[in-house]
């Protein structure tokens, strides 16, 4: 049975707790709206058999999802006294509070990345496992009830396509009818060193069709949506198509996984998307880093593609060192909400980052969340009355250690 899992909140910025913490606004035309609150969560274990607190030696948030009764599911991973990973949800509500917790995993590593909705109240969830079968690393897809009880997890629905090979999903979506694409990559089958993958799966979890995308080297998917004509927008990098080492990869499918479309965008250095999304005139949005066109080290990437992959424009973000968008949404006035991590920004090390746009990619507003550790954001998503829920993972807590992060900002 699993360890019950405890978890004390920290407010960010108490000094009585010791913490180095600093918010840093860049002066801008648009002010940014304010921060409704800042929780990190630090992370214990009680052990029911030795009846010892153990401190958890980490817990990264990678993935958060507002619910219907105004509070927030996080998607995560955490490090067990044993050694190994155990993938992790958190309930907690409209003020940060946390609700309810809990972890899912076996003797290996089990590893939550993404969460979504299902349409019976439950929760799906991506992740990764190396717990089960002959598979180095399988991917794998967790239903759980309202209540974040597990009803089962499929594994053998993506990871048959490994054989004794390493697959890794990065991306989930769901589509209108109900069933569920994940995208990641995989070294068993395609023609390169690994190559793309989608898996389409009914609300079961049944495999109903898969694809590779890629060429004769490395292809990697982490991102994808579904598009209005029934098909797929993903984004990723490629090694096969570009120029030089690493570009960024966006593909357009048919809805049965068929490309009808590549987009290769980059320079002489690498890029990357890791976050893509349909636009609301129907022309798609990537987020990621360059390294082409920017200012010093890696900056961050924002670039607007039509219809059929025609670039639009491009806008790069950042300064002297390396900052990166990881998850990008549309705001409702059509402009763009990034998160991510700067180290060009803030307290110092990296950051967590957000920065808003207008509809052209033209920054409204950024700021920087962190202290003396490592910080970043992970995920945002926009909250019901029209702010942002963001998460992630830091460090500039007491303890030092990792610790799953999320934070509210009010509406503009």
């Known amino acids: 049975m699993?360890?019950?899992?405890?978890?004390?909140?920290?407010?960010?910025g108490l000094s009585v707790l010791g913490l180095c913490w600093h918010e840093f606004v860049v002066a801008q035309e648009t002010s940014p709206p304010p921060v409704a609150w800042n929780r990190i969560f630090d992370i214990t274990t009680f052990d029911d058999i030795t009846r010892v607190n153990f401190v958890i030696e980490g817990a990264w948030g990678a993935d958060v999802l507002p619910t219907a009764t105004g509070g927030f599911i996080v998607v995560g991973y955490r490090a067990t006294p044993l050694g190994n990973i155990?993938?992790?949800?958190?309930?907690?509500?409209?003020s940060g509070e946390i609700r309810q917790s809990r972890t899912f995993g076996a003797l290996g590593d089990d590893y939550g990345h993404r969460i979504l909705p299902d349409a019976s109240g439950g929760f799906r969830v991506l992740g990764r496992t190396t717990s089960v079968g002959r598979e180095p690393v399988a991917t794998w897809l967790l239903k759980t009830d309202a209540n974040l009880k597990s009803q089962w997890i499929r594994r053998r629905g993506i990871s048959l396509l490994a054989g004794q090979a390493e697959v890794y999903g990065y991306a989930l979506s769901a589509t209108s009818d109900g069933d569920y694409v994940v995208g990641g990559r995989t070294?068993?089958?395609?023609?390169?060193?690994?190559?793309?993958?989608?898996?389409?799966?009914?609300?079961?979890?049944?495999?109903?069709?898969?694809?590779?995308?890629?060429?004769?080297?490395?292809?990697?998917?982490?991102?994808?949506?579904?598009?209005?004509?029934?098909?797929?927008?993903?984004?990723?990098?490629?090694?096969?198509?570009?120029?030089?080492a690493e570009d960024m990869w966006l593909v357009k499918t048919d809805p049965f996984g068929f490309v009808q479309?590549?987009?290769?965008?980059?320079?002489?250095?690498?890029?990357?998307?890791?976050?893509?999304?349909?636009?609301?005139?129907?022309?798609?949005?990537?987020?990621?880093?360059?390294?082409?066109?920017?200012?010093?080290?890696?900056?961050?990437?924002l670039i607007k593609t039509d219809g059929s992959g025609n670039l639009q424009w491009r806008q790069s973000f950042g300064g002297k060192f390396d900052d990166v968008f990881l998850s990008l949404r549309q705001t409702r006035d059509d402009g763009f909400?990034?998160?991510?991590?700067?180290?060009?920004?803030?307290?110092?090390?990296?950051?967590?980052?957000?920065?808003?746009?207008?509809?052209?990619?033209?920054?409204?507003?950024?700021?920087?969340?962190?202290?003396?550790?490592?910080?970043?954001?992970?995920?945002?998503?926009?909250?019901?009355?029209?702010?942002?829920?963001?998460?992630?993972?830091?460090?500039?807590?007491?303890?030092?250690m990792p610790s799953v992060w999320l934070v509210k900002i009010a509406p503009e």
């Open 2 to 12: 699993k360890n019950q899992v405890w978890l004390t909140m920290l407010t960010a």
């Open 86 to 94: 155990d993938a992790l949800l958190i309930r907690t509500d409209y």
């Open 187 to 244: 070294d068993s089958t395609g023609t390169g060193d690994y190559d793309g993958f989608v898996v389409r799966m009914d609300e079961d979890g049944t495999s109903i069709w898969e694809q590779t995308l890629g060429g004769s080297k490395a292809d990697r998917i982490h991102s994808i949506a579904q598009t209005t004509d029934s098909g797929f927008i993903i984004a990723g990098v490629t090694q096969s198509y570009g120029a030089r």
């Open 261 to 301: 479309w590549n987009g290769i965008f980059g320079g002489n250095k690498n890029e990357r998307a890791f976050s893509v999304i349909q636009t609301h005139d129907g022309g798609y949005v990537a987020a990621g880093f360059t390294g082409s066109y920017s200012n010093g080290g890696r900056d961050a990437w």
């Open 337 to 400: 909400i990034l998160a991510g991590w700067t180290e060009s920004l803030g307290a110092g090390g990296r950051d967590g980052w957000l920065v808003r746009t207008d509809s052209q990619g033209v920054m409204l507003w950024q700021r920087s969340f962190g202290g003396s550790g490592q910080d970043r954001f992970e995920s945002v998503r926009l909250t019901r009355e029209g702010g942002y829920i963001v998460a992630g993972n830091s460090a500039s807590s007491i303890t030092g």
